[in-house]
């Protein structure tokens, strides 16, 4: 009994360390990441969400000169806000996963939710063992589905800010590279603690926070969109999606979440 007792208290006590082990992982990850002292180096995992022929030849292709664009988004966004690290963020490709990220549930409940996020998590770290290359700061799992008319609606997104993880639906379509790119570092941003600047009901960028140019005379139609609000707002009512990341700005309000000078 007084053994039972004992090895009862040691796997207690086990489990706490572990615990707290994760917590101060994931605290001492998430403040790395945004001290800008360094290069962010993001692994894009390219995923066919279908059995299109198309969208697998376009996926298994991709490679990181791809993804420059995202590169010099950084590059140009982070020295605009006073970052003067040279490459903020290195992306690389891994064709490294071969089974899709676990689903989102269906009925999204908090439980739920949070069972799915460790699903997620266990998923992503078995992916970065399986890779022969270093494990990334950001892990990105990058679903690409076919592009065709009855397209448009796309499940959301998720970029989880503990743990940098992001999971991004995708076309499969080299032309939607440039939009398929704006969805990319809206999610890396989430990761980096970045919230959403959109009215949730509408799409409708919130202003002035949303807007790529909050004081501009006059205010609307904007030319440059926010990239968490991920649109560009052509009146107080509408807004249009960007074809690329030439069109989005780091607005003030993501520049602090994400722990740029203000
Ligand atoms: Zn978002």
Redesign the pocket.
């Known amino acids: 009994m007084a053994a039972r007792t004992f090895l009862g208290t040691l796997r207690l006590a086990i489990l706490v360390a572990v615990l707290l082990f994760v917590a101060l992982g994931a605290w001492l990850d998430r403040a790395r990441s945004r001290d800008w002292n360094d290069t962010l180096r993001v692994t894009v995992y390219p995923l066919s969400a279908t059995t299109d022929t198309g969208v697998r030849a376009y996926t298994a292709a991709l490679q990181a000169g791809d993804f420059a664009d995202v590169e010099s988004f950084f590059v140009d966004a982070a020295s605009s806000h006073g970052v003067t690290l040279e490459q903020p963020v290195r992306i690389r490709v891994s064709h490294v996963a071969r089974e899709l990220p676990p689903a989102l549930p269906d009925r999204p409940g908090s439980l739920t939710i949070a069972l799915w996020s460790l699903r997620l998590r266990y998923f992503a770290a078995r992916t970065a063992w399986n890779d022969p290359l270093p494990a990334p700061d950001i892990q990105v799992f990058a679903l690409y589905s076919p592009l065709g008319p009855g397209s448009v609606a796309m499940p959301d997104?998720v970029?989880l800010s503990k743990g940098l993880i992001a999971l991004t639906h995708l076309y499969g379509n080299a032309a939607a590279a440039g939009s398929n790119q704006v969805v990319l570092v809206?999610?890396v941003l989430?990761t980096l603690g970045a919230t959403?600047k959109y009215d949730f009901a509408t799409g409708q960028p919130l202003a002035p926070a949303g807007l790529g140019e909050p004081d501009r005379q006059p205010l609307y139609p904007q030319v440059f969109g926010e990239i968490?609000a991920?649109r560009i707002a052509t009146s107080a009512r509408d807004a249009v999606i960007a074809d690329s990341l030439e069109q989005m700005l780091v607005g003030p309000a993501t520049a602090l979440e994400i722990g740029w000078p203000p």
């Open positions: 997104s970029g809206h999610e989430h959403d968490m991920g």
